[in-house]
């Protein structure tokens, strides 16, 4: 051990060792971005457009050949399909693409009209940033809460959050609505959206709810006067004029 040549040889020998372990070694992202995640973000452009458009316009009838299954199934969904309309196999699915893009762009819209005030400061996009994100998973809990005390344990977390933030999408057509027309016309965007999202939760949550009620995890409760899912997507009015207001006021 005395000579350098071997002493260089043991320390190159650790260094490919330590290096080949933290190659290979699972970062932090590993956690953080699971297969299941990632599946939420398995979208294309059409995806995204026909989603979209049954935000917007849910009052269409689907198509009744989607499934109404909630969440990727990844044996269907896989990031390694190579079927060219995967994508549309379940539209009825959440997914996340669109409320974290339509968050993003709500906030930005929103300091747009802030400086369009002469109110903008930097520190108003983060602090927006910190309240939707606040308010998105606050209000997630206290659906999770409901539907678990009435035994709906057929949408998971990341369900909840994607059906409640979609209406990330009609409030940004409300702001851009309010900026561009203002007065009877604003009104008249903001009605709608708020009524066309109502009825957008309740198809969502009635199709769970009649899933649960046909015996797939009912307990002893029934739902079939769908009093819990009227309230519930009821609510959604409530919070889309409550955004609006303090956002834009």
Known sequence: MQDPTIRQMGADYIGRQLEERFRHAPSISDYIFTSTIRSYFDINNKYVLKK?????????????????????????????TGSEDHH?????????????????????????????????????????????????????????FILLIVRVKTLSSLDLIAFLNYKFVG?????????????WISTIVKIYFSISFVYYMYAELRSHAQGVAEGIDIGKTSLKSDTIVYALSGLQFVTMWILVMVMVN
């Open 52 to 80: 979209l458009l049954k935000i917007v316009f849910p009052f269409a009838k689907s198509d009744p050949n989607l499934s109404t299954t909630s969440g990727f199934d990844q044996s269907d969904y896989g990031m390694s």
């Open 171 to 183: 409030l940004c057509v409300i702001l851009v609505a309010n900026l561009i027309f203002g007065g």
């Open 88 to 144: 549309m196999k379940r539209l009825l699915s959440p997914d996340l693409y669109i409320p974290l893009m339509a968050l993003m762009t709500f906030i930005l819209v929103v300091c747009l009209a802030r400086g369009i005030g002469q109110e903008f400061r930097p520190e108003l996009i983060s602090n927006y940033t910190i309240n939707c994100l606040l308010f998105a998973i606050l209000e997630m809990l206290l659906y999770k």
